[in-house]
């Protein structure tokens, strides 16, 4: 069983930065790649950025790409989603998941309990 828990989220002023975490638990946490998602009101679940259980491969959705940054501390087994010159569209709850490496990004395994981001004007 993995255990994930997000923090860091917030409210922010458009062009602002916040830092998510993602502390991961659990016997086979570390071998799992992790993905971030989010989903804003009225609309389905959304997939951001993915990272490998190495930390040598990182992808992103296009939508973020260029200003959010997905890193991972494998001694702290925390994962990071840094983010830059936020939007109001990215107001969400955003989630952690784990799962395999090549489908995180459609079927995660596990979920964390998500943390609210909110851009504001």
């Known amino acids: 069983q993995v255990q994930l828990v997000e923090s860091g989220g917030g409210l922010v002023q458009v062009g602002g930065s916040l830092r998510l975490s993602c502390a991961a638990s659990?016997?086979?946490?570390?071998?799992?790649?992790k993905a971030w998602f989010r989903q804003a009101p009225g609309k389905e679940r959304e997939y951001v950025a993915a990272?490998?259980?190495?930390?040598?491969?990182?992808f992103y959705a296009d939508s973020v790409k260029d200003r959010f940054t997905i890193s991972s501390d494998s001694a702290k087994n925390t994962v990071y989603l840094q983010m830059n010159n936020l939007k109001l569209e990215d107001t969400a709850v955003y989630y952690c998941?784990?799962?395999?490496?090549?489908?995180?990004?459609?079927?995660?395994?596990?979920w964390g309990q998500g943390t609210q981001v909110t851009v504001s004007s």
């Open positions: 998941a784990a799962g395999a490496w090549g489908i995180v990004h459609r079927s995660p395994r596990y």
């Open positions: 990272i490998n259980w190495r930390s040598d491969q990182t």
């Open positions: 659990g016997r086979t946490s570390s071998s799992y790649a």
